[in-house]
């Protein structure tokens, strides 16, 4: 990779778009940064639960954020340009709330928390970047809660997966038994499976025994 073609990527992730190219490349050569490869065959970059010690950027490629509840599991696929849950370097816990595995081949940027601290908390473009992010996540989830609360068993649903969803992208896999989903939305299993197959005739899921497949949510 070329320090012109490295500059563009990396500029193209939230966080560091604004950061000149002097900057960047400074704080690559001495060693403020890393690129790292990641192979699906390598397994897990994080795992839920797991200490947060460095900025995880997505460079390129993509990755799946597997998040798991009681008797279900959500997995939603990320594209580059991305960070990997940086709350998580500033949460109490200061632990990962998602399992996140390579689905192709791509490339990492890696700082670790001294540097971010210390080096790119120096810069006023990445403060800026990093509170507009914290920002418009809070704000979202503030306009979530002002929702009003479903009524019938289809909204009560799609209200389920929005508030376990980790990102806006689609497709997302929920492995879930009729039960447990009748359990989590108090609703009978005749009424959920009803509300399921009409949510499969508009084109928002696919069903499959165990397994949603969800296209969009409107």
Excluded at 99 to 118: A, E, F, K, Q, W
Excluded at 154 to 180: C, G, V
Excluded at 193 to 210: D, F, K, P
């Amino acid at each position: 990779m070329t320090r012109n073609d490295f500059y563009i990527q990396a500029t193209s992730i939230p966080l560091l778009q604004g950061i000149s190219a002097e900057d960047l490349l400074q704080m690559q050569e001495r060693g403020a940064i890393r690129i790292i490869s990641m192979e699906p065959e390598e397994g897990n970059i994080v795992v839920e639960g797991q200490y947060c010690k460095t900025l995880i950027l997505l460079m390129d490629g993509t990755v799946a954020c597997t998040t798991k509840g009681d008797g279900w599991t959500l997995t939603e696929e990320i594209h580059a340009p991305e960070v990997i849950e940086e709350e998580a370097l500033w949460s109490l816990s200061q632990s990962y709330k998602h399992t996140y595995t390579p689905t192709s081949n791509g490339r990492l940027i890696i700082v670790d928390r001294n540097h971010v601290m210390h080096t790119l908390m120096h810069h006023d473009i990445f403060r800026i970047n990093l509170l507009t992010r914290m920002s418009t996540r809070l704000e979202r989830n503030e306009f979530s809660a002002r929702d009003s609360a479903p009524h019938d068993t289809a909204q009560k649903i799609l209200h389920f997966i929005h508030t376990i969803s980790h990102t806006d992208t689609f497709p997302k896999s929920l492995y879930i038994k009729m039960t447990t989903m009748a359990s989590i939305v108090d609703e009978t299993r005749l009424n959920v499976s009803r509300a399921l197959r009409e949510l499969q005739q508009q084109g928002i899921m696919t069903l499959s025994r165990g397994h949603i497949t969800i296209h969009n949510i409107i």
